[in-house]
């Protein structure tokens, strides 16, 4: 069993900056795919990027490509999602999901991928 627990959230402006941590516990991260997704108010919550433990394959969905970078530092049993120039539609909860396995591309941006769920933290992006 795996639990996680995202952190890092915040209020900040257009342009600006946020690093996202999701920390587990309950099982180290060695072979796992760890996902981030984010709901905005009124939306479907939809998948932001992902990353294999394993070797650091990644993914992005196109929304964030080129502004967002997801990392993992498997000493920490911790990956993180690096957030730069954010806009006031990247406003939303983040949360990060685990499953076995392995980043693949666009499947593993998909809710029904993964088994384990933090329970969120706010993005707001506002002036």
């Known amino acids: 069993q795996v639990q996680l627990v995202e952190s890092g959230g915040g209020l900040v402006q257009p342009g600006g900056s946020l690093r996202l941590s999701c920390a587990a516990s309950?099982?180290?991260?060695?072979?796992?795919?760890i996902g981030w997704f984010r709901q905005a108010p009124g939306k479907q919550r939809e998948g932001v990027s992902c990353?294999?433990?394993?070797?650091?394959?990644?993914y992005y969905a196109d929304s964030v490509k080129g502004r967002f970078t997801i990392s993992r530092d498997n000493a920490k049993n911790t990956v993180y999602l690096q957030m730069n120039s954010l806009k006031p539609e990247d406003t939303a909860v983040y949360y990060c999901?685990?499953?076995?396995?392995?980043?693949?591309?666009?499947?593993?941006?998909?809710?029904?991928?993964?088994?384990?769920w933090g329970q969120g933290t706010q993005v707001t992006v506002s002036s």
């Open positions: 999901a685990a499953d076995p396995g392995f980043c693949e591309g666009s499947n593993y941006l998909r809710e029904s991928r993964y088994d384990y």
């Open positions: 309950g099982s180290t991260l060695d072979y796992y795919a």
């Open positions: 990353i294999s433990t394993s070797n650091g394959n990644t």
